[in-house]
């Protein structure tokens, strides 16, 4: 029965021995023409398993068939052209080796055992107490044990959904996922687990799935705090109402005012002005959690509806241009929504242009209609508009020069009329006595010029 050349009974061989037959074997040797078969019962096998190995020829009168391993090995049967062995507590990858002779010549075969093993640990860590709602939830896997390595893989699931597959490295090996916890998507008590997949299906076997215990996931929000307003949009003068709201326990403050109590709505009443326009309502909400503070808060923008209103201050009721001048028409209105501004000759209805330069030509001269209009209503101011002739000053001031000389010349004329009254009273009586001297002075001063 036990086939020559092999122990009775169980036998070790030693690594050593196994390299010392590998080593005197030269490879290719004639032998091979009648090749060894080495049929193994599944190459992979689960730790502490056992296997059987069938070293065959076809060689007509083989010789020392036998099974070089570093396994515990049995002999379980032979006959002709063939030894069966069986290996018992596979723990770890090994070769295992056939040899014989064939007419003197030795004939080899291997073949690899890879040994698989179920991870031995497969934890999620622990979650959060409380998971804050809108905020990333890391997920730690870890898992010991468990081979071959590169046939396994980590998958972290919420409920049965996958969220994400990692290859397994490290011992023991430690994978993370991030996800968004979403209040609108009930995470609030899901169940998170890991699970490992050993995917031996490329070696005949099959996929092994080992899973963790899994994790409730206890989650808050505040929900906001949720900020209203009566009307975002409201007109002038009538009453808004502002409400905070927030989850139950939460206590919410508005505008630095807080609730009576925590869950209940903070709110108060305004009327709409135009200064509350733009205005932004600031909500801040606290809640405790393990002995945890925890604020959030909340704004909104109140728009009122309101004007138009036409600022006297920036449009002047009032303007004085000269002819054939460029000029710019400042004037602006306000109001929500921003109003149309437009003004228009009373006389002629000919509109002139806002803000921008214009060439003033005397027939502007008159009384302007300034309208802002919006879909809250209309307003309107009136300007005066006086052009004045470009020549209208020097006109004047010759006009003046001309007066002032006629009333000179009047006044001068009037004063020599008077003087020469006055003279002739006195010279009535003797005329020739004054004619006189008037005549022999002449000759003076024509000699007193002939020196020079
Ligand atoms: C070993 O292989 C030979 C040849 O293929 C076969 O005849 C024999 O039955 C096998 N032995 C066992 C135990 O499977
Ligand atoms: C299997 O092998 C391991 C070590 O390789 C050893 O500790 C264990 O005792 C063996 N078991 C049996 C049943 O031989
Ligand atoms: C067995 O594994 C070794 C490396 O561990 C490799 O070199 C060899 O080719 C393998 N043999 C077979 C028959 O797969
Ligand atoms: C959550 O993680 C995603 C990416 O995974 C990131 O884009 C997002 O900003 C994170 N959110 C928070 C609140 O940290
Ligand atoms: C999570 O598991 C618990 C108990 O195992 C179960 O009561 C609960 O319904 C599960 N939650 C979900 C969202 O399936
Ligand atoms: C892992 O899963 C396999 C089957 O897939 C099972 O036999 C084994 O007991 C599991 N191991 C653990 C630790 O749960
Ligand atoms: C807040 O406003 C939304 C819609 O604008 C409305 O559905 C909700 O009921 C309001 N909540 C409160 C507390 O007024
Ligand atoms: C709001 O104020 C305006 C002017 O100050 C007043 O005419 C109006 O009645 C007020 N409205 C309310 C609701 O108090
Ligand atoms: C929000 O309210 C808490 C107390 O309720 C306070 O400590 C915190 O400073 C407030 N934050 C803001 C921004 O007002
Ligand atoms: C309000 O909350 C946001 C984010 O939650 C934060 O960035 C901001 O600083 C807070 N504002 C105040 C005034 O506390
Ligand atoms: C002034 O007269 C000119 C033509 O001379 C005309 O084009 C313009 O519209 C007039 N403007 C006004 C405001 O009457």
């Known amino acids: 029965m036990v086939p020559s050349g092999l122990l009775p009974g169980v036998c070790r061989t030693s690594p050593i021995a196994l390299l010392l037959v590998c080593c005197l074997l030269p490879p290719g040797a004639q032998g091979q023409q009648f090749p060894l078969r080495l049929d193994v019962q599944s190459p992979v096998v689960p730790a502490g398993g056992s296997l059987l190995v069938n070293c065959s020829t076809d060689c007509p009168n083989p010789k020392l068939i036998t099974l070089e391993t570093s ?3 049995e002999p379980v049967g032979n006959g002709l052209g063939w030894a069966a062995f069986q290996l018992s507590n596979v723990t770890s990858n090994s070769q295992v080796l056939c040899s014989g002779f064939c007419d003197g010549t030795q004939m080899t075969s291997s073949s690899n055992i890879t040994v698989y093993r ?15 709602v809108g905020e990333n939830l890391t997920l730690r896997c870890q898992v010991a044990g468990g081979a071959p390595r590169d046939s396994l893989f980590v998958v972290l699931l919420r409920g049965e959904e996958e969220l994400s597959r990692h290859p397994a490295s490290g011992e023991p090996a430690e994978v ?3 996800v968004p916890v979403l209040a609108g998507r009930d995470d609030h008590l899901a169940n998170f687990s890991c699970r490992t ?25 505040f929900q906001g705090p949720i900020l209203n307003l009566s009307e975002p949009s409201a007109p002038e003068g009538t009453a808004v109402i502002v409400t905070c709201l927030a989850g139950p326990r939460v206590q919410v403050t508005l505008e630095g005012l807080p609730a009576a109590a925590p869950g209940q709505p903070a709110q108060f009443q305004l009327n709409a002005t135009e200064r509350d326009d733009r205005r932004i ?11 945890k ?23 002047p009721q009032r303007l004085t241009w000269k002819d054939k001048t460029l000029n710019v028409l400042q004037c ?33 001269s008159g009384t302007y209609s300034c309208k802002a209009a919006s879909s809250q209503g209309t307003h309107t101011m009136t300007v005066v508009m006086n052009v004045r002739d470009r020549n209208s000053r020097a006109v004047t001031i010759v006009l003046g020069v001309l007066v002032v000389l006629g009333l000179v010349t009047i006044v001068a004329a009037l004063l020599c009329v008077f003087s020469v009254q006055k003279r002739s009273d006195i010279y009535h009586v003797n005329q020739a006595s004054t004619w006189l001297p008037l005549t022999s002075k002449q000759p003076e001063v024509a000699t007193g010029e002939d020196p020079s």
């Open 176 to 178: 993370e996922v991030t």
């Open 332 to 364: 602006e209105a306000r109001g929500n929504p921003d109003p149309q501004l437009h003004c228009f000759q009373e006389s002629s209805g000919l509109e002139v242009p806002i803000g921008i330069p214009f060439l003033v030509r005397l027939n502007y």
């Open 71 to 73: 396994l515990s090995k």
């Open 118 to 132: 179920f991870p031995e640990r497969v934890e999620l860590l622990p979650l959060p107490r409380w998971q804050p």
């Open 281 to 291: 309502f600031f909500c801040n909400a606290s809640l405790e959690m393990d002995g």
């Open 197 to 221: 997949d050993l995917d031996l299906r490329p070696q005949g076997l099959r996929l092994f799935q080992n899973i963790s215990a899994p994790r409730q996931l206890r989650t808050f929000g």
């Open 293 to 315: 503070i925890l604020h959030r808060n909340s704004s909104v923008q109140l728009r009122v509806l309101y004007g138009p209103k036409i600022d006297q201050a920036k449009c």
